[in-house]
Each structure stands twice: as structure tokens, then as C-alpha cells.
């Protein structure tokens, strides 16, 4: 009995430690995990501070031209769209007349019949309300870099022209039955960025392309 009795607790002894044993195994395991976990994390906090560091280098070199860039395009796009959407309500003709010397565009209406123009919000006091002038150079909204309208142009022929006539159904045709496009650009630190708006013929509709560089 007493030979039994001694098998059995040396079976229990042998299985105790073969638990501390497992559960050592399994907790060392545990812990491997998490330190791998940890170290995931770190290689994602090492990259997020990496890109970072590189969006303030673009904006510390050349963030500023581009933004400008972008907003006043977002602001002629916006213009175009303007006298589009007028063309559309009255059922008649608007045009946006372009000046590359001084720098400015008007939205006139062109159609038959004496109809209104849209109002300037952002004109300011002792501005002729009848009419819509924006000047990019004094209207850009006071943002930290020139911004210039270099060219007007049809997309497929490169011909340059002037205006932009929006008939009653949105588009430019027939008399126009290509795209137009306008190249604004700024320059900052050697580097000119320039960025295209394009205009359907077909359905008037404008929007504004990505930014490019050119360096100098």
C-alpha cells in the first residue's frame, strides 16, 4: 500500500511539474508575442514620423506656392461654374471675358435681352454691383504667393482666345466644340507649379486638374 501510495504521489509530483512546466512554455510564449506586438507599433510610430517630417520639408520648401495655387484655381473654377449655372437659369447666354494683362476676368451676359449679373460677395464697398471683375492679383484671397493666369486655350487645337461663352444649355457649343483650359501657376524657391482648369464644350461643366512642377 505504502509502494502505491508513494507511485501515486511522485505521478502527482511528475504532473505538477509538467503544468509549471506548460505554463512557463505558454507565458514565455506570451510574452514573445507581445514584445513582436510592441515592436509593430514602434515601426508605425518611426513611419508616421517620418511622413511627418517629409509633409513639413514640402510645405517648409514649396507647400505654400502649391496651396496657393490650388485655392485661387478652386476660386476661378468656382466663377466658371457661376456663370454657367446663370446661363442655365435665365436661358440665355453668359460670358467670362478674360484679360492676361491685368490679370482679371468678367462675367458678362451676353444674350438677348437685359438680364442681371452675379454679385461679387467678396468685392467689398465702393465696387460697381452691376458688375463681376475679380483681379487674381488683389482677390486671392491673401494667400502668401502670387498666383498668375498664363494662358487660355482650346485643348485640342492650342489656339489661345479670350472669353467663354455659356449658352442656355450649360455648354459652350456649337460654336465652341472643344475644351477650354486655363494655366494658372505661381513660382516659390526655383520651382513654378502650375495647374490646369478645364471646361467641357459639352456640358460647361469646369474642373480643376492636379497640380505640376516645372523647375526653372
Known amino acids: 500500500m505504502q509502494k502505491i501510495y508513494q507511485h501515486h504521489w511522485q505521478s502527482g509530483r511528475s504532473s505538477s511539474k509538467r503544468r509549471r512546466f506548460t505554463k512557463w512554455v505558454r507565458a514565455n510564449q506570451r510574452s514573445r508575442s507581445c514584445r513582436h506586438a ?8 518611426v ?3 517620418i511622413a511627418i517630417l517629409a509633409s513639413a520639408s514640402l510645405i517648409s520648401t514649396g507647400g505654400s506656392g502649391a496651396l496657393s495655387l490650388e485655392a485661387t484655381a478652386r476660386i476661378v473654377a468656382a466663377d466658371l461654374r457661376l456663370a454657367r449655372n446663370h446661363a442655365i437659369k435665365f436661358n440665355s447666354q453668359y460670358t467670362v471675358n478674360f484679360d492676361i494683362n491685368t490679370q482679371s476676368y468678367e462675367i458678362l451676359h451676353t444674350g438677348a435681352g437685359s438680364l442681371p449679373v452675379p454679385q461679387n460677395q467678396l ?20 494667400l502668401p504667393e502670387q498666383v498668375f493666369l498664363r494662358q487660355v486655350k482650346l485643348n485640342t ?3 489661345n482666345v ?15 466644340n472643344e475644351d477650354t483650359v486655363l494655366i494658372l501657376s505661381t513660382a516659390r524657391n526655383g520651382t513654378t507649379f502650375y ?9 460647361g461643366q469646369a474642373w480643376v486638374e492636379d497640380i505640376q512642377t516645372l523647375t526653372n
Not at 495647374?195 to 456640358?203: A, E, H, Q, R
Open 38 to 45: 510592441f515592436t509593430l507599433i514602434e515601426m508605425l510610430i
Open 47 to 49: 513611419i508616421m514620423i
Open 123 to 142: 468685392a467689398g464697398s465702393g465696387v460697381d454691383a452691376s458688375r463681376y471683375i475679380r483681379t487674381l492679383q488683389k482677390q486671392s484671397m491673401n
Open 157 to 159: 487645337s492650342k489656339t
Open 162 to 176: 479670350s472669353d467663354l461663352a455659356f449658352g442656355p444649355m450649360g455648354g459652350t457649343g456649337p460654336s465652341r
Open 195 to 203: 495647374i490646369p482648369i478645364t471646361v467641357s464644350w459639352i456640358t
